[in-house]
């Protein structure tokens, strides 16, 4: 084992699993757990943490020095990134939606971004779209000279290896649940979840929670098969769109269980997930395991109100 290798190991363990004594103020009749991503590591959290994991691995057996990668102006990848680098040694060079931010003052994202060492660089939206052509990336690399490229999000071959191994930790803690839920947003987790219950051959039903809109497409799974589906109808408009209904719902969860949530990601699958409930879809006495994916970087403090 290399020292990376034992860094990661000892900084981020397995996660926990939290049983919601009363998730639910009326009778529903599931066990609804909580898989505490959101706990693996205090600024890499989440999701944010099992997508990198290899790919950290993977540059340092590369002999990169440098991450370089991309999001939006409140990207949680990007905050992930940054905190990654600065825990494990890598300068990282985070390319941003929106040329118009270059002279704005910075969200509280990108200052902590910078604030942990990323160097920020910003490029207007047509530029964006070319984010993933490898003459751009190529055109980059050339500015800014050799570094590890994560794409958006973090989702690559190597992240979904990483969120993956949910499902056997799950398995170990738990058994095999009936039900595993997780928000979606590039799709690379809810990508390693289908693919580890299909391994496994389990009964485990995957349900991803679309937080962007309608059409996702997701890396290497069929739109839907026994073992999977997207829901659709709990992104409250599109990303990062919100109503007055999901934010009294998260801070109503939130009293009651003493747990975090985000209105982006997390919030709307828990929503999902209980209005599935009331209206019957999970059998009765079903197991239920939501993936808090974390992402709390990006909690608004409308919650707090
Ligand atoms: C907190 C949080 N949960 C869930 C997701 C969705 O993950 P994925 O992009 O792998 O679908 C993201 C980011 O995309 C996130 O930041």
Redesign the pocket.
Known sequence: MNELERQLRDLVGQSSLTELAEPFPEPVSIRLLLKRDDLLHPLVS???WR?LKYNLLDARRQEYTTLLTFGGAYS??LYAVAAAGQTFGFQTIGVVRGNELATAPRNPTLARCEQMGMTLHFISRDDYRRKDDPAYGAALLDQFGPAYILPE?G?NELAIQG?AEIIPELIAQLGAPDYVC?????????AGLVQAVKTGTLDTQVLGFS?VGAATAIPGLPDFDRHWQLLTTYTFGGYARTSPELMAFIRAVEQRTGILF?Q???GKMLYGIYVLARQGFFPSGSTVVAVH???LQGRSPLLDE
């Open positions: 989440g999701n944010k997508k949680n990848h999000g989702t969120t997780c928000p979606v947003g590039t799709g690379g987790t809810v937080a985000e982006v990601y997390t994916t974390g992402g």
